[in-house]
């Protein structure tokens, strides 16, 4: 059985770890920092496998080279020569296989033009998204636009809805604090607030998300609902799902 855990790094970051069952190797996903990577790496014994990166901001990428020269991982990630350290460079529809799972690469630029996505199917599948899907929210556009965010969010859509969301932000209640800007009235959004306002009051994570619940809680998931098309329209153009897109990401940019 295949088990993900979450390494918190840095202010809010999570560095993934996926470890199958008395396998004794691991897997981790952008290592931003080495050293919660090394800690966990002694205190389980375990054998790091492979890395994979999903674009190339620093809090993703900065434990790379060390984790590399100390432990001699397999590196898969983005076509850009500006990630040093990768091994395989992979594109949209690429698959390979780890730790006894099939993964796929899906192209989602939008934050970034490299950002890559990694989809795993199984019962439940697992997306490792990184900065374009949040809990709640969806990844600021530092070179891509809203269409091609747009685009990413409505792929992921059509994924299962229980396949498991882990984003690499720990920005759930802010998120969901603008989500209940962006949609006056949303019953399950109000009861995850409250769920995870508690979670975080206990130090513990709100992640994973599952895709059903985005579907349901966040708004940039939902910006085919006259709910949030009303919203945005006080904002900025909504007059369909990319304009109303295009709005509600500047709105939070400037919440």
């Not at 990577?37 to 790091?48: K, N, P, Q, T």
Request: aromatic share 8%; hydrophobic share 35%.
């Amino acid at each position: 059985m295949l088990t993900v855990k979450p390494l918190p790094a840095f202010q809010d970051n999570y560095i993934w770890v996926m470890e199958q069952d008395n396998a004794g190797s691991v897997v981790v996903v952008d290592p931003g920092e080495a050293q919660p990577v090394i800690d966990y790496l002694e205190r389980s014994g375990a054998h790091l496998e492979a890395i994979l990166i999903t674009h190339h901001h620093r809090d993703h990428t900065g434990g790379l080279d060390e984790l590399k020269s100390r432990y001699s991982p397999r590196v898969i990630g983005p076509d850009n020569p500006a990630i040093k350290g990768i091994d395989d460079a992979v594109r949209d529809g690429d698959r390979f296989r780890l730790l006894g799972r099939h993964f796929e690469v899906m192209a989602t630029p939008g934050h970034t033009l490299d950002h890559i996505s990694y989809l795993s199917s199984g019962t439940p599948s697992l997306l490792f998204c990184a900065d374009t899907l949040f809990c709640g929210g969806c990844g600021r556009l530092f070179e891509g636009t809203p269409e091609q965010m747009h685009q990413a969010l409505t792929r992921f859509a059509e994924l299962d809805d229980d396949t498991l969301v882990f984003g690499a932000h720990e920005y759930t209640l802010s998120n969901l604090k603008f989500a209940q800007a962006a949609e006056l009235e949303n019953a399950n959004r109000d009861a995850l607030l409250a769920e995870c306002q508690k979670a975080r009051e206990l130090d513990r994570p709100t992640l994973p998300s599952t895709i059903g619940r985005e579907r349901l809680v966040n708004p940039f998931m939902r910006v085919h609902l006259e709910s949030v098309q009303r919203s945005a329209a006080e904002q900025g153009e909504a007059h369909d799902a990319l304009s109303t897109f295009t709005t509600l990401r500047a709105w939070k940019d400037r919440f």
